[in-house]
């Protein structure tokens, strides 16, 4: 258990304190990816490194997403002492980092609270087991969606 590191980090955050935020900021839908820090020792809830085999294939998955024009699920980020933290999304804005080309900025869902309620969020947010789908599996969906379109419209 790695306990120390944790509440150190965890300790450190909680002096600063949730930055207030202005009306813009909670209604940004969009950050600079350099902007936004990550602090795995609190909001990673996970306890294998970027190297195992399941965190990287995940990545690459996330990775060959990215195509021209298609966004993965906001990173939620939470802002303390003037900076940007990302408390759920560590692997999409991964992708986003090692994926290049011209993109610049994430898409960001702001949260708002106190440095306890962010670490609670990151842990009910990576809590749910659930069984990931299949490259087939996604593209016969993805099928399905494109046959319902006529249907809304």
């Known amino acids: 258990m790695k306990v120390s590191g944790w509440h150190e980090a965890f300790q450190e955050l909680r002096a600063k304190g949730a930055d207030a935020l202005t009306d813009e900021e909670r209604d940004l ?6 902007v936004v820090k990550t602090l795995e020792a609190v909001f990673q809830p996970r306890q294998f490194d970027e190297r195992t085999s399941e965190s990287g294939k995940h990545l690459d998955v996330l990775k060959r997403a990215l195509q021209p024009g298609i ?7 939470f802002k303390v002492g003037g900076a940007w933290f990302c408390i759920d999304g560590h692997h999409r804005l991964e992708a986003y980092r090692q994926a290049g080309g011209k993109r610049t900025h994430v898409p960001v869902k702001v949260f708002e609270g106190s440095v306890e309620d962010a670490f609670r969020l990151c842990i009910e947010a990576n809590a749910p087991d ?3 789908m299949t490259r087939e599996d996604k ?3 993805a099928w399905k969606m494109m046959l319902l379109v006529p249907a809304y419209t």
């Open 29 to 34: 839908r969009r950050l600079p990816m350099a």
């Open 71 to 77: 966004e993965l699920d906001p990173i939620t980020v």
């Open 130 to 132: 659930k069984l990931p």
């Open 139 to 141: 593209l016969e969906a």
